[in-house]
């Protein structure tokens, strides 16, 4: 590849870099100042704070009960994983390997909530919900977040399937192989990379979720993130510093989760897969 080296390229190269790590280093700041005022006894107008203690975790996790908002936050995170994987990998099978008219219409709606913005068919979705009686329950948010889950796994799961050759399965059926021993012995080594991949980002899509989870989530059904943000703009005296404690544990649960996903699949790889699927 022939690079231009002439000097408005380089100033723009120049540019682009300095942009790019500005930007680094303001988020690392900004990271940087809530793990440390989380550990401060004192920080007011200077460089570093005037002691350290742990005592704000602890304050946090008995002021916001955070026990029972972490509990609440897995039970809904595992819900939705587990049906998100039942229903959106057999999803995924019928459209990679049966052609019908309107499958591209299919594959469009199944886009559609990971396209336009949450709110857009939140808001709609929770009144729905609210109207059925599922308002501030359990169900209503596991229901509200398989929304944009669903479509995601089913996405990320057709490219996998498609890269599997049906002769295989032809041959495993010739040979006796029922619907359940095929799955078991056949498909599911091949595929668990990819349900794994899709899965764990499912999980960590879900504990990040916002918006959705703020429209339909009531005193007992609220997650981590929801909590978060009713202890920032709640009423009443709080400690800074205790809020960025429940910060710092919301922020490390979903980096946990998402370098453990990061481990069995490459972002750029999926971009890759989803480029080479053929059309419908």
Do not use: C, H
């Amino acid at each position: 590849m022939i690079r231009d080296q002439g000097l408005v390229s380089k100033i723009w190269r120049f540019a682009v870099w300095a942009v790019a790590g500005l930007f680094v280093l303001n988020l690392i700041g900004v990271i940087a100042a809530v793990v440390v005022n989380s550990f401060a006894t004192r920080w007011l107008g200077t460089w570093l704070p005037v002691g350290l203690t742990t005592k704000w975790y602890f304050s946090a996790w008995k002021e916001f009960q955070l026990s029972s908002v972490v509990l609440v936050t897995f039970q809904v995170v595992f819900t939705v994983v587990i049906i998100s994987g039942l229903l959106g990998v057999t999803t995924a099978y019928a459209l990679a390997r049966r052609d019908f008219p309107g499958k591209r219409i299919v594959v469009l709606l199944f886009l559609l909530p990971l396209l336009i913005p949450p709110l857009t068919y939140g808001i709609p979705l929770a009144t729905v919900l609210y109207q059925l009686g599922l308002g501030g329950s359990f169900w209503g948010v596991v229901l509200i977040n398989l929304v944009p889950s669903l479509p995601f796994v089913v996405l990320v799961m057709i490219p996998f399937i498609e890269q599997i050759d049906p002769r295989i399965e032809a041959a495993a059926r010739v040979f006796g192989a029922g619907t359940g021993s095929l799955f078991l012995r056949i498909l599911l080594p091949l595929l668990l990379p990819g349900m794994l991949a899709a899965l764990l980002l499912v999980l960590v899509r879900t504990i990040a979720m916002f918006e959705l989870t703020f429209l339909i989530a009531g005193p007992t059904s609220q997650t981590l993130v929801v909590s978060l943000y009713y202890a920032v703009f709640a009423s009443g005296v709080r400690a800074g510093q205790s809020i960025d404690a429940m910060a710092v544990i919301y922020m490390v649960t979903t980096l946990f989760w998402l370098i453990l996903a990061l481990q069995f699949v490459n972002p750029s790889q999926i971009v890759a897969r989803a480029k080479q699927q053929p059309a419908t």
